[in-house]
């Protein structure tokens, strides 16, 4: 098990106290994306040749959610079983769209699926609409270690993941789902009696993976709600700011990279529907792991 001590220290309080800029990331208004839409049809272009120009210049409509509370929010393993730590820092609004709800087992045709519920002031397009995701984090650990891999991200056990929820019905989006987070929300147990009652329930995605059987290759399902985003630098001594971009036609959930602490999730890209929220969760884990966060942001892109 993986243990840290108090080696090599520091404090560096001006960077505690630098407040941190947004990023700028050239964003549109879906009235903007809407009004070059018009532009082009009126040039007797088809829509579908409109949509695949729009698509290509990646002139999206941007939806951002930013935290950055007065104070530095840290999470740490707790001594107890499993010993992992979890702090939900951000949670974006629901997805601008129309929100149609999952169809269940046993309904008919049609049933279930309602009429929609509008979220926004513009309707995405598609079912899938979303077409890139920006994270910006400003975070680092506990800023020692015993452990090889110092400096680097290897061996690095406080790092953020990605999950995203899904609302059940139309009336599980209220006004307070509309509202962004007032403060982060430490995680305490893995499931409750609210988590299983809960009308948001996490998007699950399945996807077929090649695995070695006794010298032959098998097909197997493999489920994931969850995505690595990224991990601190391991004993960082500073505040470190990563930004991570995933798009839709990017590669799916894999191997870390070693080089930069960043994980892939172009597979959850492409499975986001209108009404989704996207929840970024910072982890600690083993005895003396910390993760703490200055400021994080979350740029969702979508197609309108």
Known sequence: MPTISPLNRSNNPESQTQPDQPLELGGHTSAEVLKT??????????????????????????ASTISHYEAVK????????????????????????????EQRAGDRAGEGCGTGYFIGDYPARGQYPVRKIV???????????????????????????VNVQRPSSIGAITIAD??????????TKTKTDDDINSPWKPVVVTKKSDIKDNRSLKSKS??????????????????????????????????????????????????????????????????????????AEVHVFYAV
């Not at 984090?137 to 891999?149: A, P, R």
């Open 37 to 62: 839409k018009r532009l082009l049809l009126r040039k007797g272009l088809p829509l579908e040749v409109v949509d695949t120009v729009l698509d290509f210049a990646e002139y999206w409509s941007v």
């Open 74 to 101: 840290t999470v740490r393993s707790p001594y107890s079983t499993g010993n992992v730590g979890t702090l939900l820092y951000l949670r974006t609004l629901p997805l601008p769209g129309v929100f149609k709800p």
């Open 135 to 161: 994270f910006k984090i400003v975070s680092k650990d506990q800023g020692w270690s015993s452990n090889e891999g110092r400096g680097t991200y290897n061996g690095a056990w406080s790092w953020f993941e």
């Open 178 to 187: 509309l509202e962004p987070l007032a403060n982060a929300i430490e995680i």
């Open 222 to 295: 493999v489920e994931r709600n969850t995505w690595h985003l990224q991990s601190n630098v391991h004993a960082g001594d500073d505040w470190k700011t990563h930004l991570v971009t995933w798009k839709h036609d990017g590669p799916d959930s894999g191997n870390i990279d070693g080089s930069t602490g960043a994980g892939t999730g172009a597979d959850l890209v492409r499975c986001l529907k209108p009404g989704d929220r996207i929840n970024l969760v910072a982890k600690a884990r083993f005895p003396g792991w910390a993760n703490s966060v200055r400021s």
